[in-house]
């Protein structure tokens, strides 16, 4: 589960980076597939160790091996739309991956690609709270309790990711921006 949930994650990334414009759609699937589920297992394993230590400070005691159970199996709902995606990939093609459609995209193409946006942060919302209510069973803490150590969590990855591209870029790893 946590695999699928990378590569739709990679999927998600390459339309917020508007990869449709220089990419075609087997690139953009082949790197989905390659790179998402180390990517996948990899992030719900970092946020399984976050939420135990996070919940261990909050009263609970559950393991990460268990929180990353919860994590892989709350993501149900976003592995389903990895259909969704490929559906969508499928009938619109680049324009998939295109942050904004262009104007002169078909208007059924552009109502079936906001449907699969709308339809994607649905099923990712549904996700979300079932990995809370999942944490909140296996910590044997209250939903509030539950909810405020999966946002916490969420921040503390959320800085964590931002302070790892700001190294990454200074160092030079990340394209286009070579130290001087």
């Not at 394993?45 to 230590?53: D, G, L, P």
């Amino acid at each position: 589960m946590a695999a699928a949930q990378g590569v739709v994650s990679m999927l998600v990334l390459s339309r917020a980076q508007s990869a449709g414009r220089s990419s075609g759609i087997a690139a953009i699937l082949g790197d989905a597939l390659i790179i998402g589920p180390f990517a996948g297992v990899l992030g719900v394993w970092v946020m399984a160790e976050i939420y135990s230590r996070l919940g261990r400070r909050a009263g609970g005691a559950a393991s990460a091996s268990q929180i990353f159970h919860v994590l892989a199996y709350g993501g149900v709902p976003v592995v389903a739309s990895l259909g969704i995606w490929l559906i969508a990939a499928l009938l619109a093609g680049q324009a998939t991956f295109i942050d904004t459609p262009g104007k002169d995209l078909a208007p059924f193409l552009v109502l079936m690609l906001r449907m699969q946006f709308i339809a994607h942060c649905a099923l990712a919302l549904w996700s979300s709270l079932l990995q809370v209510m999942g944490l909140s069973e296996l910590q044997a803490m209250r939903l509030q309790r539950a909810f405020g150590v999966w946002l916490l969590g969420q921040l503390i990855a959320w800085v964590g990711t931002i302070g790892l591209l700001f190294l990454l870029s200074a160092l030079g790893f990340v394209a286009g921006n070579a130290p001087p």
